[in-house]
T-cell receptor, first 112, second 112 residues
Framework: QKEVEQNSGPLSVPEGAIASLNCTYS??????FFWYRQYSGKSPELIMS????GDKEDGRFTAQLNKASQYVSLLIRDSQPSDSATYLC????????????FGGGTRLMVKP | DADVTQTPRNRITKTGKRIMLECSQT?????MYWYRQDPGLGLRLIYY???????NKGEISDGYSVSRQAQAKFSLSLESAIPNQTALYFC???????????FGSGTRLTVV
């Protein structure tokens, strides 16, 4: 079992819709969670961090964390074609020496 | 100027050649990392360093070596490049456990 799992996609949504990206993790002791956006051939860019159960909103982005169920999600409201990218979930994994463990990423396609 | 700078941006080299990828940062972070990214395999940790005197192997360190010349500089070397080291390489920095990584712009390496 991978430590951080994401559906690879592609997830296709129409422009203006809500895109929902999900991530599960295996290390129950994890305390810090991050979402990165990566355009093709570019470096990952940090867009959200979340540490407590519940929702955290930043503009069109909402991160959701449920530690009991060991999942973290990212909602993108009013999706735009410029949101088309691969979204990486990263979890601070204490079992791995406090490294960030990355999921394989979900490719999002927003169609005009 | 970028906070984390990688050089070169692109490099084509021949099998058996020694090559060095360089990373420098202006963020003042102690922690530095080298990752490689391959399609379908995600980001994999090669080496990491928590300070100048602390160097640690990651999950795929074979065939690679590193040097932490200063707090701000962390270089990755391929002693004898082979074609399956063709990948996108990222340097990253981090200030602490509850913070995400800041990535450099990446080096696209092709070994022919």
């Amino acid at each position: 079992q991978k430590e951080v799992e994401q559906n690879s996609g592609p997830l296709s949504v129409p422009e203006g819709a809500i895109a929902s990206l999900n991530c599960t993790y295996s290390d129950r002791g994890s305390q810090s969670f991050f979402w990165y956006r990566q355009y093709s051939g570019k470096s990952p860019e940090l867009i959200m961090s979340i540490y407590s159960n519940g929702d955290k909103e930043d503009g069109r982005f909402t991160a959701q964390l449920n530690k009991a169920s060991q999942y973290v999600s990212l909602l993108i409201r009013d999706s735009q074609p410029s949101d088309s990218a691969t979204y990486l979930c990263a979890v601070n994994t204490y079992n791995a020496g406090n490294m960030l463990t990355f999921g394989g990423g979900t490719r999002l396609m927003v169609k005009p | 100027d970028a906070d984390v700078t990688q050089t070169p941006r692109n490099r084509i080299t021949k099998t058996g050649k020694r090559i060095m990828l360089e990373c420098s940062q202006t963020k003042g972070h102690d922690r530095m990392y080298w990752y490689r990214q391959d399609p379908g395999l995600g980001l994999r940790l090669i080496y990491y360093s928590f300070d100048v005197k602390d160097i640690n192997k990651g999950e795929i360190s074979d065939g690679y070596s590193v040097s932490r010349q200063a707090q701000a500089k962390f270089s990755l070397s391929l002693e004898s490049a082979i074609p399956n080291q063709t990948a996108l390489y990222f340097c990253a920095t981090r200030t602490g456990d509850n913070y995400g990584y800041t990535f450099g712009s990446g080096t696209r390496l092709t070994v022919v």
